[in-house]
T-cell receptor
Framework: AQSVTQLDSQVPVFEEAPVELRCNYS??????LFWYVQYPNQGLQLLLK??????LVKGINGFEAEFNKSQTSFHLRKPSVHISDTAEYFC????????????FGKGTRLHILP | ETGVTQTPRHLVMGMTNKKSLKCEQH?????MYWYKQSAKKPLELMFV???????ENNSVPSRFSPECPNSSHLFLHLHTLQPEDSALYLC???FGGGQPDEQYFGPGTRLTVT
C-alpha cells in the first residue's frame, strides 16, 4: 500500500521569503499526487495535483510542485510567502489499489514570521 | 448552494446523547467520505461510500454509524460517544469511478463531547 511522508511538522519562514515543504511517497507503478491547504477552522482545499504530463505543476495562490519519480518526491514551493499563507499543508497520494481513496500525510504547519 | 456542505458546523453533546452529522454534495460525485481530524494527530479516514455502497470501514467503533441514502447525502449517526471523540469531522466527495481524483472537502463539524 502507498504511504506518504511529510518530515517537517512545522516550518517557520519570514514573510516574502521562499519556502519549500517536503513530501515523499512510497514507490508505485503509477501515482497521482496532491497538495491540500487547510486554513484555520476550515476544511481542506486543493492547491494543485499531478496526474500525468509535465512534472512541474502550478497551483493556486502562487504555489507550485515538482514531481520527481527517481526521488519519489513531490515538494511544494512558493518563491515569496505572504502572511495569508499561514495554514496547514497536506500532501496526498493515490492508493495504488483503489480509485476511490487517497492517502494523506500528517501535514506541515507553515508559520509566517513578520 | 455549491460544493460540499456540512451541518451543523458546531455540536456539543453529552456522552448519553444521540445526534447526527449531515453532509451534502452538489457536485454530481459518486464517492463520499468521513474523516476525523483531532488536534496534533493525522487526518483519519473513517468511512468511504462509493455509489452508495460502503467500501471502507477503517476499524471505527460502533458508536459511529454512517448512512448513505443516495450519492448526494452522507450522515454520521453518533451515540454514547466518549470525550476522546471530540474532533473536527470532515466530509469529502470525489468522482469515485475510473481513476483516482481529488477530493472536495466540506468545512467540517466541530464536535465537543462533554
Amino acid at each position: 500500500a502507498q504511504s506518504v511522508t511529510q518530515l517537517d511538522s512545522q516550518v517557520p519562514v519570514f514573510e516574502e521569503a521562499p519556502v519549500e515543504l517536503r513530501c515523499n511517497y512510497s514507490s508505485s507503478v503509477s501515482v497521482y499526487l496532491f497538495w491540500y491547504v487547510q486554513y484555520p477552522n476550515q476544511g481542506l482545499q486543493l492547491l494543485l495535483k499531478y496526474l500525468s504530463g509535465s512534472t512541474l505543476v502550478k497551483g493556486i495562490n502562487g504555489f507550485e510542485a515538482e514531481f520527481n519519480k527517481s526521488q519519489t518526491s513531490f515538494h511544494l514551493r512558493k518563491p515569496s510567502v505572504h502572511i495569508s499563507d499561514t495554514a496547514e499543508y497536506f500532501c496526498a497520494v493515490s492508493d495504488g489499489d483503489r480509485d476511490d481513496k487517497i492517502i494523506f500525510g500528517k501535514g506541515t504547519r507553515l508559520h509566517i514570521l513578520p | 448552494e455549491t460544493g460540499v456542505t456540512q451541518t451543523p458546523r458546531h455540536l456539543v453533546m453529552g456522552m448519553t446523547n444521540k445526534k447526527s452529522l449531515k453532509c451534502e454534495q452538489h457536485l454530481g460525485h459518486n464517492a463520499m467520505y468521513w474523516y476525523k481530524q483531532s488536534a496534533k494527530k493525522p487526518l483519519e479516514l473513517m468511512f468511504v461510500y462509493n455509489f452508495k455502497e460502503q467500501t471502507e470501514n477503517n476499524s471505527v467503533p460502533s458508536r459511529f454509524s454512517p448512512e448513505c441514502p443516495n450519492s448526494s447525502h452522507l450522515f454520521l449517526h453518533l451515540h454514547t460517544l466518549q470525550p476522546e471523540d471530540s474532533a473536527l469531522y470532515l466530509c469529502a466527495s470525489s468522482f469515485g469511478g475510473g481513476q483516482p481524483d481529488e477530493q472536495y472537502f466540506g468545512p467540517g463539524t466541530r464536535l465537543t463531547v462533554t
